[in-house]
């Protein structure tokens, strides 16, 4: 009989511990998946309630991820500091524990169940390691049915630990080369920027205008992502045009706009030697086509309709838009609104109809307060 027992939870452990390797490895977001482990593993070790807590390195602090429970939505609000309670301790040490009555234990920290209103009375906790580094910790408190956790309580816990640790290892990850990513193109636009006063500010304008567009389109999230990176970038190719053209303040030459034309060309050149090529087609399609216009009459293809991309569509009433309003050598920049009527009257000529739209509505929505608008959406917004 004790034997079958065992066989039966043994195969329990298995079928879950399968069943979580399964989630890791889908698709799902990363504060789903977490949800969804802590959840079986609460349900199966039998505990009251569950905590995931992870480190945050940068600022010292701990912070709960998950939360099962019935304080679940308080405790989600706490931060401890490092080496607070047994999560910091676990954390610090790398070793886990098992706890019969919290009460006793010298590092308790009574703060997080004083502000949720939870009473812990048993607990398990082990730590979410990667290769020695340790990313947080899972907590379990208070066995069902009898009063402590068991020995094979805490080997599943651990188990099912190690697994959740690598998926929040890939996804701290990713999340870090995004962020490089990110601050690396932005750095190449204000390089760009950089060399002509003028145009100090101008890609970073552009690509929050593009968001600003896209977001009203009700593009989804990735996409607006890359239109953001795509549009920072989408004059990268001056970089290949002599100052002599690039900073004149006189009329160009015939000789000279053909030159200063090339831009798109050489930005799309330039941005096809980045790897993965995959991540770069929209930025690559962007830098080419943002001075193509809907009726065939644009650079450097003479692209119409349909034929230009859309994120060269939505770049190029931004861009359009913010050469206007900008101050130049040669002129002293026109007003917000006047800058939407122009948009308005090209719409359907040169500028796709709904993109301007898009943006008048933004614009005039928010009275031509851009800064106000800018603040609002950055609340939102983590980019
Ligand atoms: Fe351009």
Not at 34 to 39: A, G, H, P, R
Not at 232 to 259: A, F, M, Q, V, W
Not at 355 to 371: H, K, M, R, S
Request: glycine share 6%; charged share 25%; with cysteine.
């Amino acid at each position: 009989m004790t034997q079958l027992k065992e066989l039966e939870s043994q195969v329990r452990e298995l079928v879950m511990l399968l069943e979580a390797s399964k989630q890791l490895n889908s698709n799902l977001e990363m504060g789903e998946v977490l949800e969804s482990i802590l959840l079986q593993m609460v349900q199966v070790v039998g505990a009251e309630a569950g905590t995931l807590w992870v480190l945050d390195g940068e600022r010292q602090t701990i912070k709960a991820d998950a939360a099962y429970g019935p304080s679940s939505a308080d405790i989600l609000n706490i931060e401890l500091k490092r080496d607070e309670g047994i999560v910091g301790k676990v954390i610090e040490t790398g070793k886990a524990e098992l706890i019969e009555n919290v009460a006793w234990h010298p590092n308790w920290a009574n703060r997080v169940d004083d502000s949720s209103g939870f009473i812990t009375k048993s607990m398990i906790t082990v730590p979410l390691a990667v290769k020695g580094k340790v990313l947080g910790a899972l907590q379990l408190l208070n066995k069902k049915d009898i009063a402590f956790f068991s020995e094979q309580d805490i080997r599943l816990a651990v188990a099912l630990a190690n697994q959740s640790a690598l998926a929040l290892h890939n996804s701290q990850m990713y999340d870090e080369l995004q962020r490089m990513l990110l601050s690396m193109i932005r750095t190449l636009a204000k390089v760009l920027d950089a060399r002509d006063p003028y145009t100090a500010g101008h890609s970073e304008r552009v690509a929050k205008y593009s968001l600003w567009i896209a977001e009203k389109l009700g593009m989804d999230a990735q996409s607006c992502e890359e239109l953001y990176k795509a549009a920072l970038l989408h004059d990268i190719g001056k970089i290949g045009i002599p100052d002599n053209i690039l900073r004149k303040s006189e009329r160009l030459t015939t000789d000279e706009y053909t030159t200063i034309k090339q831009h798109t060309v050489i930005g799309a050149d330039i941005l096809s030697n980045i790897e993965p090529k995959e991540a770069m087609v929209h930025a690559i399609e962007t830098a080419l086509s943002h001075h193509e216009r809907l009726d065939g009459t644009g650079y450097p293809h003479g692209l119409a309709g349909e034929n230009i991309p859309l994120f060269a569509r939505i770049v190029g009433v931004a861009d359009a838009f913010d050469a206007m309003t900008t101050a130049r050598s040669y002129s002293a920049g026109a007003s917000f609104e006047s800058g939407v009527e122009e948009l308005q009257r090209c719409k359907g000529s040169l500028f796709d109809s709904r993109v301007v739209d898009a943006f008048a509505a933004i614009l005039q929505g928010c009275n031509y307060q851009i800064e106000q608008y800018e603040a609002q959406q950055e609340r939102g917004y983590r980019l």
